[in-house]
C-alpha cells in the first residue's frame, strides 16, 4: 500500500543521488586539468585550543584568535566589544570545530592558496586533514561570485554576491581579515 511518502522519498534521494554524481562528475573532469598540491601547517595559538573547549557549546560562539576589536574597528564607539562580538558569532565554530585552522593540512585543487581563481572563472580545491577530504569551490564572473566549502586557511564558509560587473576584469583580491 502507497502512502505518498515513500514515492516522494524515493524521488527526493533519487534526486540527490543525481546531484551528487553531476558533483564527483564535475569534480573528476576538473580534476583532469592540473592540479596543484600545497601544505600549510596548524596555526599556533597562544594559549593552545584544547579539545575540551571545542565540545562547549558556549565557545563556539567566540572568536579565540581576536577576542578583543582592533583599532580599527568603529573606533570611538562605546559599543565597539559587543558588536565585535556580533560581527562574527560563529568564528571559532567555523575555523576549529568544523573547521581544520587548528590542524596541519594538505590542499590539493586548480588554485589551492586562493579562493578565487585569479582573472575569475571557476576554482575548486580539496583540503585534506589526514584521511578526510573536506570539498571547496568558488566562481568569480560578470554577474557575481560565490563560495562555499572548507577555504584555504581550513575554514568553513560560504557567500553570494550577485552584482553586476561592468567590465569583464575582476579586481584583485584583497587582504584576508578574519
Known sequence: ?????????????ADAKSVFRLFLTLILCTAAHAAETITRPASVHTPPIRTAQ??????????ADD????????????NRTALWRMRN??????????????KDITRTGKHPGAVFAPGGGW???????RWLPLPFVSYD??????????????????????TKR?????????AARH
Do not use: Q
Open 54 to 63: 571545542k565540545w562547549n557549546p558556549l565557545w563556539a560562539f567566540g572568536n
Open 166 to 174: 561592468d567590465s569583464g576584469t575582476i579586481p584583485p583580491k584583497t
Open 67 to 78: 577576542p578583543a576589536p582592533p583599532a580599527w574597528f568603529r573606533p570611538g564607539d562605546k
Open 89 to 102: 558569532p560563529f568564528h571559532n565554530f567555523t575555523h576549529y570545530i568544523i573547521g581544520v585552522s587548528d
Open 123 to 129: 576554482n575548486w580545491a580539496f583540503t585534506r586533514h
Open 141 to 162: 564572473g560578470k554577474c557575481g561570485r560565490f563560495y562555499l566549502g572548507w577555504r584555504e586557511s581550513g575554514n568553513f564558509g560560504g557567500k553570494v554576491n550577485l
Open 1 to 13: 500500500m502507497n502512502d505518498g511518502h515513500s514515492a516522494g522519498s524515493s524521488s527526493t534521494l
